[in-house]
């Protein structure tokens, strides 16, 4: 569904749809039929209420898992600029970009602050990585027998 979404949303922004094929007619001429087919299979889908239920679920999954991913790379750039051993062999020692590059990471800090003052989103990314250690396990089990 999010596939035929973003296919029709692209057919009907004009800017982009011209970027995206070079203004070539032809290809515009194509991207808006295959809107117009998507935009009536689309239509089914949407009345079909437990499809919908179960790809709002699948979308929620992935918000979340989304933003653990964001506030893994926030902690990990928050980490580096504190680390100015590394900084200096990144940037090879050019202190404006070094400079520049913690500023960015004093944003990512109120960023990651903002994420992290959300307990829910917290649990999620606890069980998410619980559930990825876990999977770890036994895989890693799995191929030390075999």
Known sequence: MEDLQSLIKLASNTTKLEAKTKN????????????SAAATTLSTM???????SACAGISA???????????????DAIALAANTTKLDE???????????????AATAQTKLDAMTSNTTLVSDCSDLAAEKGMVTIVLNYIFKIN
């Open 24 to 35: 070539n007619e032809t290809k515009i001429a194509a991207i808006q039929a295959k809107a």
């Open 46 to 52: 949407e009345s079909n209420t437990t499809l919908v």
């Open 61 to 75: 999954a992935n918000d979340v898992k989304s933003a653990c991913n964001k506030m893994e790379d926030l902690q």
């Open 90 to 104: 990144i940037f090879k020692g050019n202190s404006t970009k070094i400079a520049d590059f913690q500023a960015k």
